[in-house]
């Protein structure tokens, strides 16, 4: 009997996800397009959150067709909530190449995956292990722990030298007989066991981590670059005239474009009156690199009053604007503020 040439890292974080695996609905299918919307789901948003959007999302649009072919507002709507808008626009963008470039059938190997916009050499090596069973290892956050711990690497994983250094270490641990199995046990063993705070006296790979040796468990990975955090001040002002409130569109470069909201005053609102009760509003935003902070003030303009209406704004009734993506921190504020009459009918769905 030929005896099996797996690496035994590999063959014990395989065994583990045997036994510790989540049941997930992407796991039960080899359909590269569910694969695919699953992983741009999850880059940066975590599996609970991630889970009702996927299946939202895959009952609205089935296939890349549908994905293609849908009017931008209609996805927008349904990834309202999840952030981080340049995925929904980078998917349909993708898709709608698929349709173009692949004769609407999704690509299978690795090298043509990685063209479709919104897609990295992390997402191609998962497509195309997970769906297409190629020898491609996967490396994100989870992975760069796992190995930086277990092997003892010490590469700062904020360096331009990182992917290289793990994608290569990676690459030969990962069995060719079975490529799927593999990325997802050491992702899945990064995210439930291996984890920033980790419970090392249950871990099956402790006798030979290099990290629980050495008592440096919490010193590796090595990440020394800190995306620097800007600071805004956002204003909304809630406009509300013969039952109609005053909203825009996103244009432009924003990152939350084609999602609509309130009258916005940015960083300029010092005339407001501070010393009068705003809203509630929500707690701090904080994204990946911007800290927002947001006050709410609703205004009622008598019926018979002329206002000059902003460039870009429109009046528009409240169920209208319930039906238009919103960007998740207008969701916290309207949740938060469903004791204002306007706001009642203006749905925080999705949250």
């Known amino acids: 009997?030929?005896?099996?040439?797996?690496?035994?890292?590999?063959?014990?974080?395989?065994?583990?996800?045997?036994?510790?695996?989540?049941?997930?609905?992407?796991?039960?299918?080899?359909?590269?397009?569910?694969?695919?919307?699953?992983?741009?789901?999850?880059?940066?948003?975590?599996?609970?959150?991630?889970?009702?959007?996927?299946?939202r999302l895959l009952t609205a649009f089935p296939t890349v067709r549908d994905l293609a072919e849908a009017p931008e507002a209609s996805l927008l709507r349904l990834w309202q909530g999840l952030g981080y808008y340049s995925r929904a626009r980078n998917l349909q963008k993708?898709?709608?190449?698929?349709?173009?470039?692949?004769?609407?059938?999704?690509?299978?190997?690795?090298?043509d995956i990685i063209t479709l916009p919104g897609v990295g050499p992390?997402?191609?090596?998962?497509?195309?292990?997970?769906?297409?069973?190629?020898a491609k290892a996967v490396v994100d956050g989870n992975v760069f722990r796992v190995l930086s711990r277990v092997f003892g690497v010490e590469t700062d994983i904020a360096s331009s030298a990182a992917r290289g250094v793990f994608t290569e270490?990676?690459?030969?641990?990962?069995?060719?007989?079975?490529?799927?199995?593999?990325?997802?046990?050491?992702?899945?063993?990064?995210?439930?066991q291996c984890t920033p705070s980790p419970d090392c006296?249950?871990?099956?790979?402790?006798?030979?981590?290099?990290?629980?040796?050495?008592?440096?468990?919490?010193?590796?990975?090595?990440?020394?670059?800190?995306?620097?955090?800007?600071e805004i001040e956002m204003n909304?002002?809630?406009?509300?005239?013969?039952g109609l409130l005053l909203v825009r569109e996103r244009v432009g470069n924003s990152i939350w474009k084609g999602l609509w909201e309130f009258y916005l005053m940015e960083d300029q609102a010092d005339w407001l009156p501070y010393s009068r009760k705003a809203l509630k509003s929500p707690p701090v935003h904080l994204l990946s690199h911007r800290k927002i902070?947001?006050?709410?003030?609703?205004?009622?303009?008598?019926?018979?009053?002329?206002?000059?209406?902003?460039?870009g704004y429109r009046w528009m009734s409240p169920s209208e604007f319930e039906s238009k993506g919103k960007?998740?921190?207008?969701?916290?504020?309207?949740?938060?503020?469903?004791?204002?009459?306007?706001l009642q009918d203006i749905s925080p769905t999705y949250l």
């Not at 909304?236 to 013969?242: D, H, P, S, T, V």
Request: aromatic share 10%; net charge negative; glycine share 2%.
């Open 1 to 55: 009997m030929q005896k099996s040439s797996i690496h035994p890292f590999s063959a014990t974080i395989m065994a583990w996800y045997t036994d510790h695996q989540r049941e997930l609905p992407w796991r039960q299918t080899k359909d590269p397009y569910a694969i695919w919307l699953s992983e741009i789901i999850l880059q940066q948003t975590r599996v609970a959150q991630g889970l009702p959007y996927y299946e």
């Open 94 to 111: 993708a898709a709608q190449l698929v349709m173009r470039d692949f004769n609407g059938s999704f690509p299978q190997t690795y090298d």
């Open 122 to 134: 992390y997402t191609a090596a998962a497509i195309a292990s997970f769906a297409f069973d190629e």
């Open 169 to 192: 270490l990676a690459q030969s641990l990962i069995p060719t007989e079975d490529p799927a199995g593999f990325n997802q046990a050491i992702m899945e063993f990064g995210a439930l």
């Open 201 to 230: 006296s249950i871990c099956p790979l402790r006798i030979s981590c290099a990290a629980f040796k050495e008592k440096r468990v919490n010193e590796l990975p090595i990440k020394s670059k800190k995306t620097k955090v800007k």
């Open 236 to 242: 909304y002002l809630i406009i509300e005239q013969n």
């Open 293 to 311: 902070k947001c006050e709410a003030w609703h205004v009622q303009v008598p019926d018979n009053f002329a206002l000059a209406i902003p460039e």
């Open 327 to 342: 960007p998740v921190l207008l969701l916290n504020l309207i949740t938060d503020n469903l004791d204002c009459p306007i």
